[in-house]
């Protein structure tokens, strides 16, 4: 950097503008006003001689200069970030805050009821919890660990096995009771089926019911396609349908009944994953021996 071109403060002003999109939201995150983040920005911008953004009513869009600095600012800041976090870890005891990932349905129903324990265990250690169905990028720092249901597929990150999901298929008993329940996968096309629909899922092959059975390549429509598993175990359990949910989600099987038990069904292989640089992280180790220990207390997930 030549001379005061780009010094830190207007570059934090800067990636701060480019993340948000706007002048008046940048400073909200900064704490500044909103004339005091556009004169940053003008200074930036006449320092370098080049537009960064273009000026829209709707609000701020990148030029094609602004891009190729956001990218080495955003690489730049999340290394600094990254360092901050182990500069602060105790060398003493695991502290400091830890960014977890994992998709929405294992967040919600398996692993947000035991985070009381974990950070009971370890109290200087603050957890955000970001649950998203799409791969959050670890290498950007948008988070610091993933609990995911494939192996990574990005170079460069550390994975451990943590366990082996099984996937059951289900109907309520009253629906039994309507309709009976299908004896061979053939049978499934007469039965309401109850698949995920419309986003990319948060577990492999997770409407493999519908093509169970099925040689000629052609899948069945569900009688109803929603985007939550939650949302699917809920119907199955009023009785709508058939459908298939992870063993993680079934912490009470009353009032359900397995439907063609005998059948081979799909598993998911549930992986640990964080960048290389922060494999000698507390956090990381201690949060990964937690997980590993309260998968072997539980039926539903083998390790």
Not at 130 to 148: G, K, P, Q, S
Request: one cysteine or more; a neutral charge; glycine letters at 6%.
């Amino acid at each position: 950097m030549a001379g005061q071109k780009m010094d830190w403060d207007k570059l934090r002003v800067f990636h701060a503008v480019a993340e948000a999109g706007s002048f008046t939201h940048a400073g909200d995150v900064l704490n500044l006003s909103q004339s005091a983040v556009s004169r940053q920005i003008s200074a930036l911008e006449e320092a370098l001689g080049v537009p960064l953004f273009h000026r829209h009513a709707r609000g701020l869009i990148l030029t094609e200069q602004g891009e190729t600095l956001y990218r080495t600012v955003r690489d730049v800041f999340a290394k600094l970030a990254m360092t901050e976090a182990m500069l602060a870890e105790s060398k003493e005891k695991p502290a400091g805050r830890l960014k977890v990932t994992t998709t929405h349905s294992f967040g919600v129903v398996w692993l947000a009821p035991r985070l009381k324990t974990f950070l009971n265990q370890y109290p200087e250690v603050s957890i955000s919890l970001l649950l998203d169905d799409t791969d959050l990028d670890l290498a950007m720092r948008e988070a610091d660990v993933a609990i995911r249901m494939h192996p990574p597929r990005q170079p460069d990150l550390v994975q451990r096995h943590l366990a082996e999901i099984r996937m059951q298929i289900w109907a309520s008993e009253e629906y039994a009771q309507a309709h009976g329940l299908p004896q061979t996968p053939d049978d499934l096309d007469n039965h309401k089926l109850i698949l995920f629909g419309d986003r990319k899922p948060p577990v492999p092959d997770v409407n493999w019911l519908g093509e169970l059975g099925r040689k000629d390549g052609t899948a069945r429509r569900g009688m109803l396609e929603v985007n939550s598993l939650q949302a699917m175990l809920t119907c199955i359990r009023s009785g709508l349908g058939i459908g298939t949910v992870p063993d993680y989600l079934l912490t009470d099987t009353a009032g359900l009944v397995p439907v063609l038990p005998d059948v081979k069904k799909p598993t998911v292989d549930m992986y640990f994953v964080y960048p290389e640089e922060l494999r000698n992280s507390k956090r990381i180790s201690v949060f990964r021996d937690f997980l590993v220990n309260s998968i072997a207390e539980r039926n539903g997930i083998r390790p």
